[in-house]
């Protein structure tokens, strides 16, 4: 039977408009039903594809045929018996890695954003024609891992793919982008870097074949996939990454590329590094190991389950790990890294009444859609999942014999190769198998309840030691002791530089004193209000009271504000000096350092 056939081009560059067509060769009798995704996979919020969708006409057998709206998302076809192509411009400039993107500089897209699903052939297989655009643009060439069946040396032509759900996996970069390969236990990597960039490619691809290769090595040595692509997109400032089954598409700052002359990983680097290494991940956990809600995902609605901290958390728990397990970073630097999660953790008042488990079912309507109250009533399941993931495994670890590796692959050999969804609370079960009441009560506690992993008993046995301390400075991110002097008291609220609150903590000093998010502040006792008299204000002492004027919408009014005692929630992490020799060995086996 031949299959859905798709052809995309771009119509008009500095419009950012591509024409996207769509074929169905046996159109459905009582009129043919075309639908957009109304989300994607990996990026869990109502998105609405089709609100860029625009000139929706049809053709059938050469002649133009009715078509017309039948919800927000769906379009339906006069019925017709010739083949049916629907033709469609999408405006695409969204430089994010969730969307269509159209301009003078390049083209990149996803499915979903941009192909009708034809209800009905959703399992047909699918060909698509690569258009290539006019000659001002003949150093563009196509970055994808669609199948290629008949392409020109630079990539435009025919790709195919076995289902709407396979074609709309593998995002298309169209540009004049440099192309850095690298082999990965024997499978080739490729990354496609557009932006204008100066980079140590050789640099780059040397760390991130380490990396890549300690995921591999992780999951028994053999990668899932023939080739593997980085659509990397570097800009001034942005960030962001999507999981595909072998590629993903990153944005990041250009400064978070590796300079030529560049020593050890800088912050900026290692971030890149973390990022790529997560969505590589991806590739086994979530996209391969993925929950019985996603299998297959319903592009219609949301797809709730309660573990996303599992499949988000578990792979940011790998992403900074790998990089201290291939060598990449130093051991030290990772327990900088872990102590910033902990921080960033620890000033969230929201983790005591919001649950991991509750979290991952309502990312489509709260961690997806942020606000002024989010920290307060949300807690990131990336960031305390990776907490609880450390924990589980420094807990497998001390008490048994066994690792949260041996979990994942277990995972890995019963759900992922045979490609079958993971029912909810496998994790837990096979978890709390190797660990038993240990691990079953961090589930208990940490996942379903909201307390916080017990990292500073874990890390003991371990031979490292959790410091807490109050933050140095409005910057102060944690991982190392103080520098300089720290504050003596606090007004418990997030301040923007322009001196507007951008968080009042809840039950801390600015709220209880009645000042709230957006209000801007303009005077601490009579003085003008800056981030120096701020300052100021800090290095007086908890209990004082501070008259403070602000702005509320447009009305000024004042408060009076009594300054709290700092909270201690920057941590750093050391090794103990006297720790026993068992710490040490299960630490070097831990970090790969051994
Ligand atoms: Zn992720």
């Known amino acids: 039977m031949p299959g859905t056939h798709y052809e995309i081009a771009a119509h008009d560059v500095h419009a950012h408009l591509f024409e996207v067509r769509c074929t169905v060769p046996h159109p459905a009798s009582d009129g043919q039903r075309f639908r957009l995704p109304a989300w994607i996979p990996g990026s869990y919020l109502i998105r609405e594809f089709a609100r860029q969708f625009s000139d929706v006409r049809a053709e059938a057998g050469g002649k133009p045929i009715a078509i017309r709206k039948e919800a927000k998302d769906t379009w339906r076809a006069a019925p017709t018996s010739a083949p049916l192509t629907v033709i469609a411009r999408v405006y695409a400039f969204d430089l994010s890695v969730r969307t269509a993107y159209l301009d003078t500089t390049r083209g990149y897209f996803n499915g979903p954003a941009v192909f009708l699903c034809p209800e009905g052939h959703e399992r047909a297989p699918c060909t698509l024609d690569v258009v ?3 000659d001002a643009y003949a150093r563009w060439r196509v970055a994808t891992t669609l199948a290629a069946e008949s392409v020109d ?90 999981e595909h089954r072998d590629s993903t598409s990153l944005l990041c700052r250009r400064d978070e590329l590796p300079r030529r002359d560049l020593g050890a990983p800088n912050d900026e680097y290692v971030n890149f590094l973390g990022l790529a290494s997560h969505e590589y991940f991806h590739a086994w956990n979530v996209k391969r190991i993925k929950p019985a809600a996603f299998a297959p995902y319903d592009l219609t609605r949301e797809n709730y389950t309660r573990e996303l901290w599992a499949y988000e958390g578990i792979t940011s728990y790998y992403d900074d790990l790998a990089l201290v397990r291939s060598g990449v970073i130093e051991p030290a630097r990772y327990l900088e890294l872990v102590a910033r999660t902990i921080t960033t953790v620890l000033r969230t008042p929201g983790r005591r009444r919001q649950s991991l488990a509750d979290a991952s079912f309502d990312a489509w309507i709260k961690f997806y859609r942020p606000d002024e109250n989010s920290p307060n009533a949300t807690v990131s399941y990336y960031l305390k999942g990776a907490l609880v993931a450390l924990a589980l495994d420094l807990t497998l670890r001390s008490d048994g014999d066994a690792s949260l590796d041996d979990v994942m692959r277990n995972l890995w050999s019963r759900f992922g190769v045979r490609d079958i969804g993971v029912p909810e609370d496998e994790f837990e ?9 240990a691990v079953r009560e961090i589930f208990a506690r940490c996942v379903h309840g909201t307390d916080d992993p017990p990292l500073d008993r874990l890390f003991a046995t371990f031979g490292i030691e959790l410091h807490l301390r109050p933050a140095a400075s409005s910057n102060d991110r944690g991982g190392k002791p103080a520098s300089g002097a720290v504050p003596d008291a606090a007004i418990d609220a997030k301040i923007a530089p322009d001196m507007r609150i951008q968080h009042a903590y809840r039950d801390g000093a600015a709220e209880r004193a009645g000042l709230a998010a957006h209000d801007v502040l303009v005077a601490f006792d009579g003085l003008h209000a800056t981030q120096d008299t701020l ?60």
């Open 132 to 134: 290539a655009p006019g």
């Open 153 to 242: 040396a630079r990539g435009f032509g025919r790709y195919g793919a076995a289902s709407y759900d396979d074609l709309i996996d593998h995002p298309v970069e169209i540009a004049d982008f440099v192309e850095i390969g690298f082999s990965a236990r024997g499978v080739p990597h490729t990354l496609a870097l557009t932006g204008r960039v100066d980079i140590d490619g050789d640099r780059l691809a040397r760390d991130l074949q380490r990396v890549c290769e300690a995921h591999i090595d992780l999951f028994g040595g053999s990668a899932p996939f023939e080739r593997y692509l980085f659509q990397v997109m570097a800009v001034g400032d942005g960030y962001g990454g999507l």
């Open 429 to 437: 079960r096979i978890a709390s198998e190797l660990g038993g009441d």
């Open 535 to 594: 300052n100021a204000l800090l290095r007086r002492r908890a209990g004082e009271r501070v008259r403070v004027h602000a702005f509320r919408r447009d009305e000024l009014f004042d408060v009076e504000l009594t300054l709290a005692p700092p909270a201690r929630d920057t941590c750093y992490l050391t090794l103990s000096a006297d720790a026993p020799s068992r710490a040490a060995s299960l630490r070097h086996a831990w970090l790969g350092t051994a």
